[in-house]
């Protein structure tokens, strides 16, 4: 999505490409001067430091619930879409070092759905993480808001 924009951008006026090149330079040349920024751009994680690893649990009799709904749209979009890539990760590597017989079932429930289908991330674990030991189930207030959204997903959705 970003990269088609930044294509259409770059394509419709080289002033205008410019202009936002210009834009994105002041932003990061910011980062050494404000001590914030800093830090957040130039932490390297120690292996003491908390983390977000779900290949630790996804093998334990555990239910984690992570509740979005205190956070404005923009973000409880980005934070979901960052757990469920950071479980995808885990069931990959999971299912690379153990036999599927062995695997523990791991039930998604994703709440909202419609507005999480556009991310790719969702496709695929409705295509493939029954292969990974993993059930999602999405819910929404109708199934066709899926289908307004993203075809890919309300097909994948009624295999």
């Given amino acids: 999505e970003l990269q088609s924009m930044l294509?259409?951008?770059?394509?419709?006026?080289?002033?205008?490409?410019?202009e936002l090149l210009q834009g994105v330079h002041n932003r990061i040349e910011k980062i050494p001067i404000d001590d914030r920024l800093t830090q957040l751009f130039n932490h390297v994680p120690d292996s003491d430091d908390p983390h977000l690893d779900f290949r630790q649990v996804i093998d334990e009799d555990a239910v984690i619930i992570i509740d979005t709904g205190a956070l404005h749209s923009?973000?409880?979009?980005?934070?979901?879409?960052?757990?469920?890539?950071?479980?995808?990760?885990?069931?990959q590597r999971r299912a690379r070092t153990t036999d599927s017989d062995e695997r523990p079932l791991v039930n998604l429930y994703l709440e909202e759905a419609a507005q999480l289908v556009t991310s790719g991330?969702?496709?695929?674990?409705?295509?493939?993480?029954?292969?990974?030991?993993?059930s999602v189930t999405l819910a929404t207030q109708f199934p066709d808001q899926l289908r307004l959204r993203e075809e890919a997903a309300y097909v994948e959705l009624l295999n």
């Fill in 74 to 91: 923009a973000s409880q979009q980005a934070l979901t879409r960052t757990v469920l890539s950071k479980l995808w990760t885990a069931l």
């Fill in 7 to 18: 294509y259409s951008v770059a394509a419709n006026s080289q002033q205008t490409f410019d």
């Fill in 121 to 134: 991330i969702v496709d695929e674990l409705l295509s493939q993480s029954r292969s990974f030991g993993c």
